[in-house]
């Protein structure tokens, strides 16, 4: 595409979001890994297939069934709200329709899976867009912390999530990005 720099950099911002949203489903599935206590192989039969909601709930829960540290299970109910948020800004962005208007700006219509087809935002911009990956890192870097504090209590997983998460993503640093460094 051979367009201006306001639209390149509004959609290399939209791709951006959309790996952040990744992260946020990696890093899940890192912290489900560890308290389910899955081999590899079964961590991924028990997670295909899975939205994003229905993986927050299958982490929420058995994060509660196995995890009895009551500090731990109090970072969770600290997690939940992030959570959320990042679920509704992943869903509003991935299960989108957009019609980019050659401007610095584009216009987006969500279709939820149910219902009538909503329009949640129009005229996006790079500003909204830094304003969904800031939400999605801050959930990233939380569910980091909730597998750092987590692994010390769970036997058998010998790696920092860091560590895990770099080598199974081969990306690192992975939290906290800073749209300038793109």
């Known amino acids: 595409m051979n367009g201006t720099d306001a639209e390149r950099d509004l959609l290399a911002t939209l791709g951006l979001l959309l790996i952040h949203a990744n992260y946020v489903d990696e890093a899940l599935v890192d912290l489900y890994w560890t308290v389910a206590r899955k081999s590899e192989p079964d961590l991924i039969v028990a997670v295909r297939g899975k939205t994003l909601g229905g993986l927050v709930k299958a982490v929420c829960d058995t ?3 196995t995890i009895t540290d009551g500090a731990l299970l109090e970072r969770l109910e600290r997690l939940r709200p992030l959570l959320d948020d990042a679920l509704q800004v992943r869903n509003d962005y991935v299960h989108a329709y957009y019609v980019f208007t050659g401007g610095p700006s584009l216009d987006r219509t969500r279709r939820p899976k149910k219902g009538a087809t909503v329009e949640v935002l129009k005229n996006v911009q790079v500003t909204d867009l830094e304003s969904a990956i800031e939400t999605l890192g801050a959930a990233q870097e939380a569910i980091l ?3 750092d504090a987590t692994v010390e ?9 860091r560590a895990a998460w770099s080598l199974r993503t081969a990306s690192a640093p992975c939290a906290r990005w800073a749209i300038s460094d793109y």
């Open 153 to 161: 209590h769970v036997p058998g997983r010998d790696l920092s999530p």
């Open 63 to 65: 994060y509660t069934d």
């Open 145 to 147: 912390d909730l597998y």
